[in-house]
């Protein structure tokens, strides 16, 4: 596994929100995070066809100011609480920095932009994957 | 968006399962999956620090078997199913094919090896990261 070489991942699009510095993010979602525009590249409209309002997607985020060097943290940054393995945590900071978000679409305001309610990535996060959330037969 | 570099993602790990092809993998975990082993490379074996018996993590890999290529789908494969952007699905054939999977931790048997329940991953998935399912408060 060491030594392999690296997959390459492009962006298909930015988040657009009104956080523009991390310390305004909230942790989570439902921690009070405002709506967000999904900006989608027009090179990959064909890949939003049959979006609906209501979906509840799945949103991979490349969390572009992270650290990749740390294995351990304090979760939540509260240093009473025990290090802990990034791998047991939902840092931002870890070797791949990969945000797994829940949204539910809101509006589609232009063929390539979604509007999405609470989501706690900033301003020009870049998008790298959608999937439809439901697991059971969802995908009719 | 378009044009710019890739971010590079370095696998930490390797599935270990009984399924070794594809057409064996049912599309869910929750349809029938066997248990699998995340062997997790030892340079990240810190980032593991905490992990324990009983819990649910998300699980991200690389779909090293896709085909980028694809914008479009039936889901499921049903050709009754009408077109689908690849972005209302849950096909690993995607831009960017990153697979995300909910498991649970049911041994951990080396320090870098995490027993999990059901997952649909066939044998030599590359692992790019995992982190803790729970939403609230989770992470003490």
Not at 17 to 22: D, F, G, V
Not at 26 to 53: C, K, M, W, Y
Not at 106 to 118: D, I, K, N, W
């Amino acid at each position: 596994m060491e030594g392999s070489e690296p997959y390459g991942v492009r962006p298909i699009g930015v988040v657009r929100s009104s956080l523009s510095a991390p310390a305004e993010a909230p942790n989570q979602a439902f921690e009070g995070a405002p709506e967000a525009v999904l900006e989608i590249a027009p090179t990959f409209s064909d890949a939003l066809h049959r979006i609906r309002v209501g979906d509840e997607l799945i949103l991979l985020t490349w969390l572009h100011l992270a650290d990749r060097n740390v294995l351990q943290t304090h979760p939540t940054g509260d240093t009473k609480l025990p290090l802990t393995g990034v791998f047991r945590t939902r840092s931002p900071d870890r070797p791949n920095p990969i945000g797994v978000h829940r949204v539910t679409v809101t509006a589609l305001e232009s063929p390539t932009s979604v509007r999405v309610g609470a989501l706690e990535a900033v301003d020009g996060t870049p998008i790298v994957d959608l999937k439809i959330a439901m697991r059971e037969a969802p995908e009719a």
